[in-house]
């Protein structure tokens, strides 16, 4: 059952006055199953970070369509948007996006105290979750005390918390040095297996190798896309790597 459909998705960007328009996403359609891995790849300015708004619904596209577990994300009132996010999108952000005057409890915690959960409630989901990515000893400490790697594992328990349908990660690995995106990478694998749902954009091919599928983006469009299959992450890292040179170079890529 595909739980993200994306339908001939275009984005035209206007400068103020008109003068300048734009084409950020040209005619982009691809779905993601329930339980899917899926990887984004693309050259700066090939429209992935666009696309990736559109799906968070931080931005509307200008022609096409987004649905989400079937629901039509353009037909969502900008007051229930908020709430939308937080009970079907989990988000894991490059920067970690953490507060610095709440513990690692409580900024995991905040997208179930921001939807009135109670604390109960919220303890009984924190300790299993906490347990699982190794911050069980760590969140009475605030960010500016911990590792990048465990920042990155605490904005992953944030993500994870709502049990949302779909977790968008925006270049996960970006801020980590290669032992912390080992950790966060077999994170990501460990979550996928018990059924979680990720849409990663990345430009790490080693990231892109820990996924199922690649999809890689040219010139606001799909132009290509890799499923791992039976390959092991090394042998899918080197398909991945020649289809971005092809890509690079104007060739053609193949399965």
């Known amino acids: 059952m595909a739980i993200l459909e994306v339908s ?16 950020a996403l040209s005619s982009v359609s691809f779905a993601v199953e329930a339980g899917e891995y899926v990887a984004i790849m693309g ?85 299993p979750l906490a347990a699982s990515l190794g911050l069980s000893e760590l969140l009475k400490k605030y960010p500016y005390e911990v590792s990048g790697g465990q920042k990155q594992r605490t904005a992953v328990a944030r993500a994870l918390i709502t049990a949302p349908k779909l977790v968008l990660a925006d270049e996960p690995t970006g801020a980590l040095d290669s032992k ?16 979680q749902t990720i849409l990663m954009v990345t430009h790490s091919t080693k990231a892109a190798s820990h996924a199922r599928r690649v999809l890689f983006i040219k010139d606001g469009e799909v132009y290509h896309q890799l499923y791992r299959g039976d390959s092991t992450a090394e042998q899918f890292y080197q398909r991945i790597s020649d289809t971005l040179t092809l890509l690079a170079t104007g060739g053609e890529p193949r399965e």
């Not at 969502?76 to 920067?95: H, K, S, T, Y």
């Not at 995106?181 to 059924?195: E, I, K, M, P």
């Open 43 to 127: 050259e700066s300015g090939s429209g992935k970070t666009t696309l990736l708004n559109i799906l968070a619904t931080l931005d509307r596209p200008t022609g096409g369509e987004v649905r989400l577990n079937g629901r039509r994300t353009a037909e969502i009132p900008e007051r229930e948007l908020a709430a939308f996010r937080r009970d079907n999108l989990g988000f894991v952000f490059q920067d970690f996006n953490l507060l610095d005057t709440f513990n690692l409890y409580d900024n995991i915690a905040l997208p179930l105290v921001l939807a009135g959960r109670g604390y109960g409630e919220i303890d009984a989901l924190m300790r």
């Open 180 to 195: 912390a995106s080992d950790g966060l990478l077999n994170v990501f694998d460990r979550v996928n297996r018990q059924g």
């Open 8 to 23: 001939n998705l275009k984005k035209i960007y206007t400068s103020r006055f008109g003068g300048s328009r734009v084409q």
